[in-house]
């Protein structure tokens, strides 16, 4: 497909692009940066637009994914470096964006990619899709085999989540916008215990068997979970810590747990 050459920041595809990057449009995702487009194309996302600036496509390795990229998505536009700015997520823009159907799968799709020993993430409540990214990261790294979010968990495919990501949330099954009691029940019924993080719980995390199915439960930065959802889990862990610190930042922490988890298994 030949590239479409734009000049106006009033286009329509530039217009999009904006509003799949501030989420008022959720039926796509808003994916920028060489590695990253690289990614989405390895993952085989539904490419529906390439934006990229004239500067990049002179580079060779940008040159073969812009290639690459235009045979499979629905539209393809060159622009300028300061129209590039004007719809990049970055303060320096990077070159290139890619708009992709947001990747979706139904509850019993998502059981079906799980083997018999599954190990879950379940996210609930975490608001910084900074967090939520670092730790798709670090689940896909540990072998998790797929994360499950609440309805008040920060978008996963949001554009700051899916840099701090990398690529993972391309790979990983994601089950979005379950209720928290909900999930809790559906891993009780498929026999998945339900680990929670808790600061004050009585048992270390290397207590627990970490190579039975299970869901390992984070909660709130600011929070964590509250008294009723740790109640409703199978059991609650934390991480012995020294000094005066009170906590650790929940994505460390989701590692540590998860690690451990790789560890016994």
Not at 98 to 123: D, S
């Amino acid at each position: 497909m030949k590239a479409l050459h734009i000049t106006s920041r009033d286009n329509s595809l530039l217009r999009h692009a904006r509003a799949v990057r501030d989420g008022k449009n959720q039926e796509s995702i808003f994916i920028e940066g060489l590695r990253l487009a690289e990614e989405a194309l390895k993952s085989r996302l539904d490419v529906e637009a390439v934006i990229y600036s004239e500067r990049l496509a002179k580079k060779d390795r940008a040159a073969k994914l812009i290639r690459d990229l235009e045979s499979v998505a629905g539209k393809v536009a060159s622009v300028s470096e300061k129209l590039l700015e004007s719809i990049s997520y970055t303060k320096t823009p990077q070159g290139i964006v890619v708009l992709a159907a947001r990747p979706t799968i139904t509850e019993k799709e998502f059981n079906a990619r799980q083997p018999a020993t599954p190990l879950l993430v379940i996210l609930h409540g975490l608001n910084n899709p900074v967090n939520v990214g670092a730790i798709l990261r670090t689940a896909e790294a540990a072998g998790v085999t797929g994360v499950i979010t609440t309805a008040n968990t920060a978008d996963p495919f949001s554009a700051k989540a899916l840099r701090g990501a990398m690529g993972s949330t391309f790979r990983l099954p994601i089950l979005i916008g379950g209720k928290y009691e909900s999930v809790i029940d559906s891993c009780r019924k498929q026999s998945i215990q339900t680990i929670c993080a808790d600061v004050d719980a009585e048992r270390i995390y290397t207590e627990i068997d970490w190579r039975r199915p299970t869901a390992l439960i984070v909660g709130s930065e600011s929070t964590g979970l509250s008294l009723d959802e740790i109640k409703a889990a199978d059991a609650a862990v934390r991480i012995p810590m020294k000094g005066s610190t009170e906590s650790l930042n929940v994505a460390v922490a989701a590692g540590i747990f998860l690690y451990e988890a790789t560890r016994q298994r």
